[in-house]
Each structure stands twice: as C-alpha cells, then as structure tokens.
C-alpha cells in the first residue's frame, strides 16, 4: 500500500488545517489508519489512529478535543482535521496503515506496515 500524505503547510497559532491521507489500494476493514508527528529535534509521537471498518477512534492527549480524525471509505482517503494550533503541533506529520494492529496497540508507530511520505506543518505564535 501506498500513501500520499498532502495539505500541509504555515499557519497561524489558532488557526486549521485539513491533512490528507490517500491510499494506492483498498484498505480493509480491520485495518487501521494512524496519523503520527515529529516535531524538530523530537521523537515521533501518536497524533491518531481509526479502524477503518469502524467509527472507532483514538487521540494522543496533546491533541484531544483539537483534532478528528474521519475517513472517506469510497475514495481510500483518512483526514485528519485540525483546529485551534498551537507552535508544538509544528511537525512533520505522517500517515501510516497498519494491518494487524489491535486497539492496545494502535498507538505504537512499530505496529504500522506502511508509511506515507510526511507533510511539513508549521504554526507561528
């Protein structure tokens, strides 16, 4: 599987994006969608994740009640909508597919098969 992450880019502190995730070939239903993010000089963190055949889904803390995470069944699309931004969400945020994941598991950027390019996004104060 393939993905093109797209819709990065600057923005201002309060201010939303729309992130994108589209996949080359059909994702099933047990198979989950994670969004991560490493901001400069950091580790990779947990940003979200959704079970595809599901409306299951999971935020890391530092983003919960800011970001959703939504997908598009009929065009293999993942969004990852986010308000309210703030200068540590700048990062370079990747999407990624992970077929045997499980819901303990769904936060671990190990557990994920394949993994989209990233997209730079960057909030100014």
């Known amino acids: 599987v393939q993905l093109q992450a797209s819709g990065g880019g600057l923005v201002q502190a309060g201010g939303s994006l729309r992130l994108s995730c589209a996949a080359s070939?059909?994702?099933?239903?047990?198979?989950?969608i994670g969004w991560f993010r490493q901001p400069p000089g950091k580790e990779r963190e947990f940003v979200a994740a959704i079970k595809w055949g599901s409306r299951h889904t999971t935020y890391g803390d530092s983003v919960k009640g800011r970001f959703a995470i939504s997908r598009d069944n009929a065009k293999n699309v993942v969004y990852l909508q986010m308000n309210s931004l703030k200068s540590e969400d700048t990062a370079v945020y990747y999407c990624a597919v992970g077929s045997r994941i499980i819901t303990s598991t769904q936060t671990m950027g190990a557990q994920y098969d394949y993994w989209g390019q990233g997209t730079q996004v960057t909030v100014s104060s």
């Open positions: 070939e059909r994702i099933y239903n047990n198979y989950y």
